[in-house]
C-alpha cells in the first residue's frame, strides 16, 4: 500500500520538481516501486522525465481530473501511466489550468484527486506528488489526497517567510478535510553552505522548528549538476552520480524510509 506524499512550497524556484524527480529515483535505486504525479500546469516534472511536447501526450492528470469532475470513465492505468527507467509517472499539460477553475465551483472538488490515486496505492510503495508553487484548488485536492507533505524551501528571507503560511493552510486541510495528513518535515533546497545567509536562516529554521517539526538531515546543496541534468532529461544517478546533491537525494530517500520504521 503506497504512502502518498506531497511536495509543497508556497514559493517557486525553490527545486521542488527537482526534488521530486530526483526523490523519485533515488527511492528506486533502494528498490521501491515508485509513481510521481505531475500536478503542475508547467509540467515542469513531466519535462524532466523526457517528455519533450506535453501538448501531444494524449491522457495526462489533467484529462484524469477532467474525467473525474464530468464523471466520465476513466482511462485504465496501463493508458496514462508512462515509465522511464524504473520510475513510473502520470504526465501533466495545460489541461491542468482547466481544471483549476473548474475546481472553484465544483461540489466536494476537494477529493477529486484522491479518488484518482486511491486505486493506485497497491500497485507503489510511494506515490509522489510535485505541486504547483501556491495554495489554490490544486494543491489542496493534492494535499488532500496526501499521507505526508514535505515542504520545500530555500534558506532565503522569502522562502522562509512563506513557510508559516504554508505549515498554517496545512493544519486547515488537516483539520477539515484530511485527518490524516502529516508532515514528513521540510527540506532545505539549494543551500549555499558557505554563504552565512544559507547558515543564519538554516540555525534560525531548526531553532524555530526544534521539537514540532523534522528538519531533513538532508540539505540538497546548490550545484551546476542539477540544472545540467534537468536540461538532459536525467536524474542524477545517471547525470552524475558521485555529486554532492545526487548524495543527498539518496540520503533523504534513506531518512524517508527510515522514518517508516
Do not use: W
Amino acid at each position: 500500500m503506497a504512502k502518498i506524499i506531497v511536495l509543497g512550497a508556497m514559493k517557486g524556484g525553490v527545486g521542488k520538481s527537482v526534488s521530486t524527480f530526483n526523490l523519485a529515483y533515488s527511492l528506486a535505486e533502494l528498490g521501491k516501486k515508485v509513481l510521481a504525479v505531475d500536478f503542475d500546469s508547467q509540467a515542469n516534472l513531466t519535462t524532466c522525465m523526457g517528455v519533450e511536447d506535453v501538448a501531444e501526450v494524449p491522457a495526462t492528470i489533467g484529462h484524469l481530473m477532467m474525467n473525474q469532475i464530468e464523471e466520465e470513465e476513466q482511462p485504465e492505468p496501463e493508458e496514462y501511466i508512462m515509465s522511464r527507467k524504473g520510475v513510473d509517472f502520470i504526465p501533466s499539460s495545460m489541461v491542468l489550468s482547466a481544471v483549476d477553475a473548474k475546481l472553484r465551483i465544483e461540489m466536494g472538488a476537494e477529493r477529486i484527486l484522491a479518488g484518482i490515486l486511491e486505486p493506485l496505492r497497491d500497485r507503489y510503495d510511494y506515490i509522489l506528488i510535485d505541486t504547483c508553487p501556491s495554495l489554490g484548488a490544486l494543491t489542496i485536492n493534492a494535499l488532500a489526497a496526501a499521507d505526508e507533505v514535505i515542504i520545500a524551501a530555500n534558506p532565503q528571507l522569502l522562502a522562509m517567510m512563506g513557510l508559516q503560511d504554508f505549515l498554517k493552510s496545512v493544519r486547515k486541510i488537516k483539520n477539515r478535510i484530511n485527518p490524516k495528513l502529516e508532515v514528513a518535515g521540510i527540506l532545505l533546497t539549494m543551500c549555499e553552505a558557505r554563504t552565512n545567509l544559507c547558515k543564519v536562516i538554516t540555525e534560525q529554521v531548526s531553532e524555530t522548528f526544534a521539537g514540532q517539526l523534522r528538519i531533513f538531515d538532508s540539505k540538497i546543496p546548490n550545484t551546476v549538476k542539477v540544472g545540467e541534468s534537468v536540461y538532459y532529461s536525467e536524474p542524477l544517478l545517471e547525470y552524475a552520480p558521485g555529486c554532492k546533491a545526487c548524495k543527498a537525494y539518496q540520503n533523504l530517500a534513506k531518512e524517508l524510509i527510515e522514518n517508516e520504521g
